[in-house]
Protein backbone atom coordinates (compact mmCIF):
# COMPACT_ATOMS: atom_id res chain seq x y z
CA UNK A 1 0.00 0.00 0.00
CA UNK A 2 1.61 3.56 -1.16
CA UNK A 3 1.59 6.15 1.25
CA UNK A 4 2.65 9.98 0.23
CA UNK A 5 5.08 11.45 2.99
CA UNK A 6 5.20 15.04 2.98
CA UNK A 7 8.68 16.41 4.51
CA UNK A 8 8.54 20.07 6.40
CA UNK A 9 11.76 21.78 8.06
CA UNK A 10 14.74 19.51 9.14
CA UNK A 11 13.41 16.32 7.84
CA UNK A 12 13.02 18.14 4.11
CA UNK A 13 16.82 19.27 4.57
CA UNK A 14 18.06 16.03 5.46
CA UNK A 15 15.89 13.73 2.97
CA UNK A 16 16.72 16.40 0.49
CA UNK A 17 13.49 16.38 -1.47
CA UNK A 18 9.81 17.75 -0.61
CA UNK A 19 8.04 14.45 -0.85
CA UNK A 20 8.64 11.04 -0.81
CA UNK A 21 6.09 7.44 -1.70
CA UNK A 22 6.50 4.95 0.17
CA UNK A 23 4.71 1.72 1.21
CA UNK A 24 3.34 -0.02 4.86
CA UNK A 25 -0.05 -0.71 6.57
CA UNK A 26 0.83 1.15 9.73
CA UNK A 27 3.52 4.31 10.75
CA UNK A 28 6.01 2.51 11.45
CA UNK A 29 6.14 0.16 8.75
CA UNK A 30 6.24 3.55 6.48
CA UNK A 31 8.95 5.18 8.44
CA UNK A 32 10.98 1.80 7.98
CA UNK A 33 10.40 2.39 4.18
CA UNK A 34 11.33 6.02 4.34
CA UNK A 35 14.38 5.36 5.86
CA UNK A 36 15.72 3.28 3.17
CA UNK A 37 14.35 5.59 0.64
CA UNK A 38 16.06 8.34 2.50
CA UNK A 39 19.05 7.32 4.15
CA UNK A 40 19.82 11.04 5.84
CA UNK A 41 16.58 10.83 7.77
CA UNK A 42 17.07 7.57 9.50
CA UNK A 43 19.86 9.08 12.04
CA UNK A 44 18.11 12.21 12.72
CA UNK A 45 14.79 12.13 12.67
CA UNK A 46 14.08 8.14 12.48
CA UNK A 47 14.61 5.15 14.62
CA UNK A 48 13.65 2.39 13.46
CA UNK A 49 9.84 2.26 13.59
CA UNK A 50 9.69 5.31 15.66
CA UNK A 51 9.94 9.36 15.23
CA UNK A 52 13.04 10.51 17.15
CA UNK A 53 12.24 12.88 19.97
CA UNK A 54 11.54 16.03 18.72
CA UNK A 55 9.41 14.58 15.51
CA UNK A 56 5.64 14.22 14.56
CA UNK A 57 3.71 13.00 11.67
CA UNK A 58 0.32 14.39 10.45
CA UNK A 59 -2.54 12.14 9.30
CA UNK A 60 -4.15 14.22 6.59
CA UNK A 61 -4.18 16.95 7.76
CA UNK A 62 -6.04 15.21 10.81
CA UNK A 63 -4.27 14.69 13.75
CA UNK A 64 -1.01 14.35 14.87
CA UNK A 65 0.45 10.53 15.21
CA UNK A 66 3.93 9.43 16.73
CA UNK A 67 2.46 5.38 17.30
CA UNK A 68 4.44 3.22 15.19
CA UNK A 69 1.49 0.68 14.99
CA UNK A 70 -0.98 3.80 13.86
CA UNK A 71 -2.65 1.99 10.94
CA UNK A 72 -2.68 4.04 7.56
CA UNK A 73 -5.09 3.16 4.54
CA UNK A 74 -3.54 3.34 0.73
CA UNK A 75 -3.01 6.57 -0.34
CA UNK A 76 -2.53 8.32 2.69
CA UNK A 77 -0.69 11.39 3.28
CA UNK A 78 1.83 12.42 6.61
CA UNK A 79 3.20 15.34 7.36
CA UNK A 80 6.94 14.61 8.55
CA UNK A 81 8.08 17.88 10.79
CA UNK A 82 9.46 18.68 13.81
CA UNK A 83 7.30 20.22 16.65
CA UNK A 84 9.09 23.48 16.71
CA UNK A 85 8.28 23.66 13.21
CA UNK A 86 6.20 27.40 12.60
CA UNK A 87 7.46 29.10 15.80
Known amino acids: ?3 TVELFGIPRARAGVAEVIVSGNCLGEVLVDLARCCPGLATACLDGRNLR ?3 TANLRGERFVTDPETPLANGDRLLLMALD ?3
Open 1 to 3: MSV
Open 53 to 55: PGY
Open 85 to 87: AGG
